[in-house]
């Protein structure tokens, strides 16, 4: 049963009750919005899919978000990830009542997005606050929207498939050392640097490429997790939420075995943007186009199926559970994929070695 009474101030209040449930209200400016919101809620009873939304109403996109990050987020394994996505629909749709968290409005939200970063990149933060919204539902009971179901997902461009050329690796470490340029005159000699003077730089690069670590994994790494001995590094926590024990190669070894060990235990005391910073110089001095730092992981992860790896070794030494990711991310060179066949074809033609007669001993030779 629904009432409709003018208050005081000029606008409409709109009651509506339901057996065994407290009453609702709303004021609206107009005596018809009060009118066909009650009947709407009217509807719904009549249908059994009344509830009560005043919870959802008051409650901001904020603050669920705050909510979801202190109770949910410590116990996922992707927590640090989510924590990004978190963050970005805080301060994008953190204003919106949950009731106001429509796909139309995520919808507005995703096209502006996608003009900032790719599609896969929106994809990854629209799962995140898909989980938020399944979370709010079912274990908050809050009758909202899914609006990340009620959307079309954006679609995703090729896999990236950029790996070094012929020169290019020689060139970019190059460009990370540290060197006198050329100048006129006995009295400036030695004087115009080119490269850089961070110490750290050019092995980062070099261990990138030995080992197929994420950027932010060797920022992370700490001399106490490191083993030459054994060769192995152990990474405590990567993105998606599990430690791993990574192989080093011998060039790996070299590399580590030659950098200075500052206090403060990390073997990389860098920032993400000063890597960004000196990537980008670093690129344009080597005269390298359209070659991101995250590349030099694919370059690693091809270059352990070139050397004979299976999926499963190639695998652990990556990181990556999904092993369909792992089949977009490497990218063999056909050059290499076409020697190996004809070595295995050279083989194969080449006539056995005639097997000795019973009772004919082996030629001692």
Known sequence: MASIVQRASGLWQAK???????PVSRTFATKLQAREWAAAQEADIARGDWRDRTIARRMTVAQLL????SSVLPGKKSRHVAKYHVARFREDLGHLALTSLTGAALAEWRDARLRCVAAVTVNRELSTLGGVLTWARKDLGLPIEHAVSAIRRPVQGRARDRRLKDGEEQRLLDALEDHAGDVQGAMRSGAYRVGTRNPWLRPLVQLAIE????????LALTWDNVDL??????LEDTKNGESRTVPLSSRAVAVLEALPRPPGGRVFPLTAQAVELAWKRACKRAGIEGLHFHDLRHEAASRLFELGLNVMEVAAVTGHKDLRSLKRYTHIDPAHLARKIADLKS???????AAPRRG???NAG
Not at 211 to 218: I, V
């Open 229 to 234: 001995k054994t060769q192995t590094a152990h």
């Open 16 to 22: 509506v009750r339901k057996a065994g449930a407290k």
């Open 360 to 362: 004919q001993k082996k």
């Open 347 to 353: 083989q194969q033609q080449q006539p056995a070695a």
């Open 211 to 218: 080992t197929a670590m994420r950027q932010g994994e060797l």
């Open 66 to 69: 705050n909510n979801y990050e």
